[in-house]
């Protein structure tokens, strides 16, 4: 079965939960008793495969459900196929592993600082594999501003091209390069293309630690940082679509939770504008995957009525799994710009934001007028082959 084109049933709803539980802490112990009965009462472990590959979470499926063993040959072929996206990952990934591993190299020798962020250095620092997030499409490294223009000197001087960016010079906050015999990395001064914050990311410099990695110097952020590195890129873009980003979070808090100083945390959400993403990441992982934290934050970050509303609407569990429609209009129409309705602490945020999308600069028009960039829009919202 197709999950991105499947109707929604009954069936596929116990392979929902099947999945969610797989992705919960413990799910090879404490858990297995629960799985157990989810395969049993007719939960699909092959439409279960196939969400965890669309949401980048093979790996944990896998180990979740390496301890069972299917009753019929569709949940032997769903295993199956989930062994080979496993192994398939973990060879890719050990490749672009060592060319990370060049490319950071390369930087230190050089005297730039550079973070990486999320991809395969966060997959071994979470979960120690570095299969665990499935296949790395690209590489993300954040590098200070001043430091830009050098960093990008030196990835042209590793073979890497320089590919268009398709963002005006106000909006760009990185830059995309490639290589047809490696992979992509997008460099980064920023984490977020709207609403800049000087503090916040001076303050995620702040937090970041150097860090010895198999021979090779980098920074690193801090528990606290990377939170809220990892909130602000769920609501920056497409990440809800994809579930591990919430395991991500998850994992962290896991793993991380006793060190993290709580009120410090909260403290550089409000100073760094970013507590709408965070009360936004903790809700819906914990809602999800009922991630540990202490729930009393929730409220320290005094998130309006309404916002929690528009939270509820378009970054639930209906959203992660089923519901195309609302997804749709992320992408379409909120792409970027739910991180700034997270972030938006008054009426003349709220006027810039409805500026901003229905008159864009008129360089990222593509010489269309405003009128048939809308209509364009409602096109392909429900234009299913888009």
């Not at 499926?61 to 196929?81: H, N, Q, W």
């Not at 730039?112 to 997030?133: N, T």
């Not at 937090?207 to 990377?226: K, M, N």
């Not at 864009?360 to 919202?381: D, S």
């Amino acid at each position: 079965m197709d999950y991105s084109r499947a109707s929604w049933t009954r069936f596929d709803r116990r392979a929902e939960e099947l999945l969610i539980t797989c992705m919960k802490k413990d799910a090879a112990g404490s858990r297995a008793r629960e799985i157990a009965g989810l395969i049993r009462s007719g939960a699909d472990l092959r439409a279960a495969g196939n969400m965890a590959a669309a949401k980048g979470v093979s790996w944990l499926a896998y180990r979740a459900l390496i301890f069972f063993t299917p009753s019929d040959d569709k949940g032997r072929e769903a295993m199956r196929a989930l062994q080979v996206s496993c192994g398939t990952s973990s060879v890719a990934n050990e490749y672009y592993k060592e060319e990370l591993k060049r490319v950071l190299r390369y930087f230190s020798e050089r005297g730039i600082a550079v973070i990486p962020l999320k991809g395969i250095a966060l997959a071994e620092r979470l979960y120690g594999d570095v299969a665990a997030r499935d296949r790395s499409v690209d590489t993300d490294l954040l590098v200070k501003e001043k430091d830009r223009e050098r960093g990008a000197a030196a990835l042209k001087e590793l073979g890497y091209i320089p590919a268009y960016a398709g963002e005006t010079e106000a909006y760009e906050w990185c830059r995309t390069f490639h290589n047809p015999k490696k992979n992509m990395i997008e460099l980064h001064w920023d984490i977020t293309m709207m609403v800049r914050s000087p503090e916040r990311i001076e303050g995620l410099w702040r937090g970041a630690r150097p860090r010895q990695w198999e021979g090779v110097s980098f920074y690193d952020l801090e528990p606290a940082e990377l939170l809220l590195y990892l909130a602000a890129h769920l609501v920056n873009s497409d990440s809800f679509r994809h579930l591990k980003y919430l395991c991500d979070i998850d994992r962290l808090i896991g793993k991380y939770g006793n060190e993290i100083e709580w009120d410090s945390l909260i403290a550089k959400a409000v100073e760094w504008r970013l507590s709408g993403s965070l009360y936004t990441a903790l809700k819906v992982t914990g809602d999800i995957l009922g991630t540990d934290f202490p729930e009393d934050e929730l409220r320290r970050l005094r998130v309006s009525f309404p916002k929690k509303i528009f939270i509820r609407a378009f970054a639930g569990r209906s959203v992660v799994f089923r519901s195309r429609v609302r997804r749709r209009i992320l992408d379409k129409f909120l792409s970027y710009i739910l991180f700034e309705i997270m972030e938006a602490n008054s009426l003349k945020d709220h006027v810039n934001i409805f500026k901003r999308v229905l008159f864009p600069p008129r360089e990222m028009m593509e010489n269309r007028t405003y009128f048939g960039r809308f209509c364009n829009g409602v096109r392909r919202l429900f234009n299913k082959d888009v």
